[in-house]
């Protein structure tokens, strides 16, 4: 796929008469078009002025299409809504690192290249020693995925497409020990090996629960909800932590620095630490009554200086429903009917809490709907995974995304390190004071 030039230019003029200017125009194959504005500050010794790039495209890309307004999700031109019932996340990893999916040989031998890459160096079980036993697990996985980057000094070289590969197989292939070994580590249990008879997700998942002293019976509808939550999860555009890792990336740094930096980045509340914030909001509900308490909670996130915010709604590009949220939702069912849980008081809540705000006029009126973190801690929290950890799954899943964006940033011939401007309102040029003269 490639940049098309459009007919129309975009000329900038301006009131005060100078010379106006033409930019180029370019399209995409869907999506809004853009106007490049590479030569502005040449032209005009002017910077455009954007924070938080609510109208700025970083780059171009032919992984993941969203449509805010429709509620659309693509991967490379799938609907997420098929590849979560058609696929498995493996073929999704395929799909999103190749550009199609895999066909049966393909798939056989891509499981068998990651099944074949999960164990970690016996070192790095050291690293976690280092930690209090209450330590984040974010900031446990920031700090060991970094760590990976000095065990692997024959795949660091980003200009060697094989390199890059390897690197690739390797992150996806560890993160779920990574995870499963922080986990462990938290409960003072033992780490769990990898084991190669095992799916991608039920080892991860016998990872996660098994211990020594019984055989780990594999649940597949249990591990069938995880896969969809790793396929939700996988990639979605230019965010917040894909953007820090292309960002990372430019400049050169290995791989596993620049997924350590992109989980740091999606741990902040307002990106990926969202559904641990989300389900502790509905605890925070339920432990002040619950249903009939949610009016109150919703006055105080109206009251601007609140700083109270419904975690788990809205989204810097959905306008609609987030698709991710609505098969989040059928997810629930499925894994809250096959545990029994169907009464579970946290889902009922989470859905009265959905219809009384998607009735309330102040977030109709600033289109905030549900999103993919709503009631992915719902689920995830069924599956026996703690609240600390749902921002450590999403990791898990995200890797692959940022491993490909990462590619296509470093395959991509106008790419170049990058490095913002400003508006600077800071003091004027002004001399240094002697310290008696000081204020
Ligand atoms: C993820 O970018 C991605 O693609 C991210 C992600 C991915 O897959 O990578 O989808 C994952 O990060 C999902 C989002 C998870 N975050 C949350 O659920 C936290 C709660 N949501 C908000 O913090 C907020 O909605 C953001 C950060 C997600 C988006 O914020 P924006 O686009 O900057 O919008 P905004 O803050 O300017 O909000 C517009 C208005 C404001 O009110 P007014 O100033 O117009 O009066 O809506 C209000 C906001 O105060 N608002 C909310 C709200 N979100 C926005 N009010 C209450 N609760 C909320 N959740």
Redesign the pocket.
């Given at each position: 796929m490639s940049v098309t030039p459009s007919d129309v230019k975009a000329t900038l003029s301006f009131s005060d008469n100078s010379p106006s200017i033409d930019f180029p125009i370019y399209k995409g194959t869907i999506g809004p078009d853009v106007v490049d504005i590479r030569a502005l500050y040449n032209k005009t010794g002017k910077f455009t002025y954007d924070p938080?790039f609510?109208s700025t495209a970083s780059c171009n890309s032919s992984i993941t299409y969203?449509d805010g307004d429709k509620g659309e999700l693509l991967y490379r031109g799938y609907p997420i809504e098929q590849l979560a019932v058609k696929c498995d996340f493996l073929e999704t990893c395929y799909l999103l690192l190749n550009g199609e999916l895999p066909n049966a040989t393909q798939r056989t031998d891509f499981t068998s290249l990651v099944t074949n890459h999960t164990m970690v160096h016996e070192q790095m079980g050291s690293f976690f020693q280092g930690f209090r036993r209450d330590a984040h697990p974010m900031a446990v996985l920031v700090g060991t995925v970094g760590a990976l980057s000095a065990f692997y000094h024959d795949s660091l070289d980003i200009t060697d497409s094989h390199h890059r590969d390897v690197s690739a197989i390797r992150l996806i292939a560890k993160l779920p020990t990574l995870v499963a070994m922080t986990h462990k580590y938290t409960l003072g249990q033992p780490f769990v090996y990898p084991r190669n008879d095992l799916s991608y997700t039920a080892n991860f998942m016998r990872m996660m629960f098994a211990v020594p002293a019984e055989e780990y019976k594999v649940n597949d509808v249990m591990v069938r909800a995880l896969d969809r939550i790793f396929i939700l999860?996988a990639?979605?555009?230019?965010?917040?932590?894909?953007s820090t890792v292309r960002l990372s990336g430019s400049s050169g740094a290995n791989p596993f620095a620049c997924i350590a930096a992109g989980i740091a980045c999606?741990w902040g509340?307002?990106?990926?630490?969202?559904?641990e914030?989300?389900l502790n909001m509905l605890y925070g509900i339920q432990k002040q009554g619950g249903v009939e308490k949610i009016g109150e909670f919703i006055k105080d996130?109206?009251e601007?200086d609140s700083g109270?915010?419904?975690?788990?709604?809205?989204?810097?590009?959905?306008k609609n429903y987030?698709p991710?949220a609505k098969l989040m939702r059928e997810t629930c069912h499925e894994v809250l009917n096959e545990l029994c849980l169907h009464d579970d008081p946290l889902f009922k809540l989470a859905m009265a809490q959905e219809k009384i705000s998607l009735e309330d006029d102040?977030?109709v009126k600033?289109k905030?709907y549900p999103?993919?973190?709503?009631y992915s801690g719902i689920v995830q929290r069924a599956l026996g995974i703690p609240v600390s950890l749902f921002t450590g799954i999403?990791s898990l899943a995200?890797t692959v995304g940022w491993i490909a964006q990462w590619n296509e940033m470093i395959s991509d011939p106008e790419q170049k390190i990058g490095r913002p401007r400003q508006l600077f309102i800071g003091a004027q040029r002004r001399d240094v004071p002697s310290i008696d003269q000081r204020k």
């Open positions: 938080g609510m969203i999860h990639d979605h555009e230019q965010n917040a932590s894909t999606l509340p307002a990106h990926g630490g969202a559904n914030a989300a996130v109206k601007k109270v915010k419904l975690m788990g709604f809205g989204h810097r590009v959905y987030d991710r102040y977030f600033r905030l999103n993919v973190d709503f999403f995200r």
